[in-house]
């Protein structure tokens, strides 16, 4: 049994002031594997307080000494990548493909961090000023449990490039990543109270970072709700937000795809993550005289080639839900969907056979109307939706009926494809499986967030213009 006891404040391992413990779970087994101790209000006042501490020096950073930060966090991680990777694996359950992809990413992000800010003019000519863009200030960085490593990793690095100190709220259901992220950046080596990680839930840790009155932004990744009270809470000293929030993304299937060909990418981009994805494509349109067809072969697809199990099965595509709680939801909705009238097409309520841990079995309804909760609310787990579509317009029409706008996903001829993304309500639009652009803004529309992240578009989201006038020319 593994116990973590530590926040990390002002370049140290601390012990934290809180006491809860919090247990750790083996996704694949239920298995209680280890605790957390959890922080409180007490130690986010430390942690701010040496963020505070150190953001005027940090602040007076070249972008040469950013960049040296940004090389040295990477090294860090890159050296700690394997480590990471059986963190991923053990605490979290994703399929080792996405594990090691989600460990190698972590890393990276310091990479395209240090592109961006390379290329990026921090002063600027505008007019007759002098237009310099300044840190924000100390932020608040909170990470959900889907991808922890990843976002912490991700934030802190354009906090970094932006010259912010940082205070760090990981979730606390993914402290074995956390613990190897912490004591990997530890070796970079940086400045003490450049960055600071508060172990603890979001009723505590979260809000009193939400609330400090010394953090001046948020940047904060997770449940729609928790985004709005995240901006509630702001709006008393006026900070800075950043939401990457929920998603329901819509896949349209348009009459010249091959179906044969776009069934992976469907069932990637449903399934991905396990499910456990804000981007993923949970909306399947299609139009109604190749309904029968696609169904028939997504079906059989999903049947054969889709494998529930242990994670460190190279053949496992879909590992088990974070938890019991996790596991409880995705079992509600597919019980809400039969009784709103959909039907289902493969899968259903209970575990996989021979499976005992918080596995899912890889669900799809059909018949589905888009006024269905199953339609319209973000399952987070391996669940799709089929709906029927009479043309294009009333195709983008059911894309756009919602609440959300974070992703979508369009296959087809890529002429046609583009011309349909056009007219999608989404922060971001895949054509025919297009890889992951890291420099590209990410975010969403709607109720799917505010503002982006990564690339020139994240980095100016921790940045301040300040215009100089009379000024001498930069």
């Not at 493909?97 to 990276?108: I, L, V």
């Not at 888009?370 to 709906?387: H, T, Y």
């Amino acid at each position: 049994m593994r116990i973590i006891e530590h926040n990390y404040i002002d370049g140290r391992f601390v012990e934290p002031h809180g006491r809860e413990l919090f247990d750790l779970h083996n996704p694949a087994t239920g298995a209680v594997i280890g605790r957390v101790r959890l922080g409180d209000a007490d130690d986010v006042d430390a942690a701010v307080a040496a963020a505070k501490r150190a953001l005027p020096g940090m602040a007076r950073t070249s972008k040469a000494e950013r960049l040296q930060m940004l090389d040295a966090l990477h090294s860090a991680m890159r050296a700690h990548v394997e480590e990471l990777r059986e963190a991923v694996l053990t605490e979290y359950g994703a399929p080792v493909s996405r594990s090691s992809w989600m460990a190698d990413y972590a890393a990276d992000t310091f990479v395209a961090a240090a592109r961006t800010l390379a290329d990026y003019p921090l002063q600027r000519k505008i007019g007759t000023a002098r237009v310099v863009m300044t840190p924000v200030g100390v932020v608040g960085l909170i990470t959900p449990w889907n991808s922890n490593a990843g976002f912490i990793c991700n934030k802190l690095a354009y906090a970094i490039a932006a010259g912010c100190t940082a205070v760090i709220k990981p979730s606390e259901m993914s402290a074995m990543q956390t613990d190897v992220v912490l004591r990997a950046l530890h070796e970079a080596g940086l400045p003490a109270g450049v960055y600071n990680v508060v172990n603890g839930s979001g009723a505590d840790v979260g809000a009193a970072i939400t609330a400090h009155p010394d953090v001046a932004k948020i940047s904060f990744t997770g449940s729609t709700a928790v985004g709005k009270a995240i901006v509630q809470a702001s709006a008393a000293s006026l900070k800075r937000v950043t939401l990457e929030l929920g998603g329901k993304s819509p896949t349209i299937i348009l009459d010249d795809a091959d179906l044969d060909a776009v069934i992976p990418g469907v069932i990637e981009a449903g399934f991905m993550n396990s499910g456990q994805a804000c981007i993923a494509g949970t909306r399947v349109l299609v139009s109604e005289h190749r309904r029968a067809d696609f169904e028939a072969l997504l079906k059989a697809a999903i049947e054969t080639r889709v494998k529930v199990g242990d994670p460190r099965d190279p053949a496992t595509t879909v590992g088990p839900m974070v938890s019991q709680t996790q596991w409880e939801r995705v079992q509600r909705y597919i019980r809400l969907g039969q009784q709103e009238g959909a039907h289902l097409l493969t899968g259903g309520e209970g575990r996989p056979d021979g499976l005992s841990g918080y596995f899912v079995r890889p669900t799809v309804f059909t018949d589905v109307s888009n006024d269905m909760k199953v339609a319209r609310e973000e399952i987070f787990g391996p669940v799709l939706a089929i709906l029927g579509y009479r043309d294009e317009d009333e195709a983008v029409a059911i894309a756009n009926d919602t609440s959300y706008g974070l992703a979508a996903y369009v296959f087809g001829d890529p002429a046609h494809a583009e011309r349909i993304a056009a007219r999608i309500d989404s922060g971001r639009v895949v054509i025919n499986g297009a890889a992951h652009e890291p420099l590209a803004p990410f975010g969403g529309m709607k109720q799917s967030g505010l503002g982006r992240e990564n690339g020139p578009f994240g980095l100016e989201a921790y940045l301040e213009p300040k215009t100089l006038l009379g000024a001498r020319a930069a």
